[in-house]
């Protein structure tokens, strides 16, 4: 491949669930996590169904899920709101926001793909996976 490029770079992404009731494992999808190497890029886009979240759970805490899924962007932007995790790399903020964890948010599996535009595959695979 020697210095082959077609314009398309390869990107991870991982679907944020909202899990209310986790000993129920019932989920619904509502974000999104994209990272690029080549460009350095990491973002989340969140969008939350209330209805659908209080009908798997007519008390979830929804200012708690926002405020959750919010914090998930803010370590996506880095600066101060982002806590320690501004000092890391894109890559390494991706990596720490995929991990698995037991809470109500959480995130699904890494998938790959290939894109010319990382800003504009995480609104699409907000539309696709999540709205």
Do not use: K
Request: with cysteine.
């Amino acid at each position: 491949m020697s210095g082959f490029h077609n314009g398309r770079d390869v990107f991870e992404y991982a679907v944020l669930r909202v899990v209310p009731r986790v000993e129920r494992g019932e989920q619904i999808n509502a974000g999104v996590v994209v990272y690029c190497r080549a460009t350095s890029f990491v973002a989340a886009r969140v969008h939350l169904d209330e209805d659908r979240l209080r009908a798997l759970d007519p008390s979830a805490d929804v200012r708690a899920v926002r405020a959750a899924l919010r914090a998930v962007e803010c370590v996506c932007c880095g600066g101060e709101r982002a806590g320690q995790a501004a000092e890391d790399d894109p890559g390494r903020r991706f990596r720490w926001l995929v991990a698995p964890r037991s809470t109500v948010v959480q995130p699904g599996p890494v998938h790959t793909g290939l894109t010319a535009d990382a800003e504009a595959e995480v609104e699409r695979l907000l539309d696709l996976l999540v709205r």
